[in-house]
């Protein structure tokens, strides 16, 4: 599998999304950052297809 070059990034969330997403990682069995990459593609893909729409 091709390793992907990864970026730092630093930014404050609200503390129950923290929680939430600390658990939720525990129950899937993934990393944090897994399920934040997850998240960031799906958000990207619902505004690109938003854009298409214009």
């Known amino acids: 599998?091709?390793?992907k070059e990864k970026a730092y990034i630093n930014t404050t969330i609200d503390k129950k999304l923290l929680t939430d997403l600390?658990?939720?990682a525990?129950?899937?069995g993934k990393?944090?950052?897994?399920?934040?990459e997850e998240a960031i593609k799906l958000l990207l893909e619902k505004y690109k297809?938003?854009?298409k729409g214009i």
């Open 26 to 28: 525990v129950k899937q």
């Open 31 to 36: 990393r944090q950052n897994e399920l934040l």
């Open 49 to 51: 297809e938003k854009e």
């Open 1 to 3: 599998m091709e390793k």
């Open 22 to 24: 600390k658990v939720l």
